[in-house]
């Protein structure tokens, strides 16, 4: 099927997981889409028998020229698109900022509420973000990561009676 004048649509390798229903993953092996001519509409694939859907569509860009003398297209590889993109950023705390953030943590009693007892913690919280040299919303993700590692995190249990 074509889109408009300058692409065309390839259907390749069937992605169908045939074990699914046993919660596993398996394909037919079947490389490329072919017609089943017999079957009206020719939506079935005669190798492997599943839908057209079921196999990796790939957009191919062709000019007028290249379609008329039957050269090879240009293809758009989503492949390609997909090894472009870049990885998050990965902060990376020197020892110095750890020891100064879980010290901070364990006194603010790993938590970043605004308000408690009616006291305001908010601008403390920023003054020590600046000091340390990480933005709040660092810190914040910070504390949860390593609240669990914390002795004083969990509160303390219950004597059995």
């Not at 045939?18 to 009206?40: K, V």
């Not at 379609?67 to 950023?89: H, I, L, M, W």
């Amino acid at each position: 099927m074509e889109s408009d004048n300058n692409t065309r649509e390839l259907h390749r390798e069937c992605l169908r997981n045939h074990a699914a229903r046993l919660g596993s993953y398996a394909t037919d092996g079947c490389g490329e889409f072919i017609p089943d001519n017999s079957i009206a509409g020719g939506l079935q694939c005669a190798a492997c028998g599943c839908h057209r859907n079921f196999h990796r569509k790939l957009l191919v860009a062709c000019s007028a020229h290249e379609e008329a003398t039957g050269n090879v297209c240009q293809t758009n590889s989503p492949a390609a698109a997909d090894s472009a993109a870049k990885k998050r950023f990965r902060t990376k705390f020197s020892a110095e900022q750890k020891e100064k953030m879980f010290g901070f943590a364990e006194r603010i009693g790993w938590r970043l509420q605004k308000k408690e007892n009616g006291e305001d913690h908010e601008e403390e919280i920023r003054r020590f973000c600046r000091e340390v040299g990480v933005s709040k919303q660092v810190f914040k993700v910070w504390m949860h990561n390593h609240k669990n590692s914390s002795s004083s995190a969990s509160p303390p249990a219950l004597p059995n009676q």
